[in-house]
Nanobody, 122 residues
């Protein structure tokens, strides 16, 4: 288990940008693959992006590809999700998660942050 804490959420206008951060305050984040997921009201949690331990591999959901960028700074023990060209349909609770593999299935992640709200106004 890895403790993960998200920050950087909030309200942004459509077309704007927002960057989420995910910090592992008690663990070395470099040991884990990091994923970002989001959950819409009444829906199951869905995959957004994932990044390998050394940032050599990234994968994105089709819905966010070319708009979102996942990155990490292992020296700062932090992962990021840069969200550009935000749309109202991006409004969701966003979660960072840790896994041993770069996976899109949330069931394969063993550690989760508390979730953070991102709201995009129209």
């Amino acid at each position: 288990q890895v403790q993960l804490v998200e920050s950087g959420g909030g309200l942004v206008q459509a077309g704007g940008s927002l960057t989420l951060s995910c910090v592992a305050p008690e663990s070395n984040i470099s040991a884990s693959v990091i994923g970002w997921f989001r959950q819409f009201p009444g829906k199951e949690r869905e995959f957004v992006a994932t990044i390998s331990r050394n940032s050599a591999f990234t994968k994105y959901a089709d819905s966010v590809k070319d708009r979102f960028t996942i990155s990490r700074n292992n020296a700062k023990n932090t992962a990021f999700l840069q969200m550009n060209s935000l749309l109202p349909e991006d409004t969701a609770v966003y979660y960072c998660a840790a896994s041993n593999y770069a996976l899109s299935n949330p069931a394969r992640y063993h550690s989760w942050g508390q979730g953070i709200q991102v709201t995009v106004s129209s």
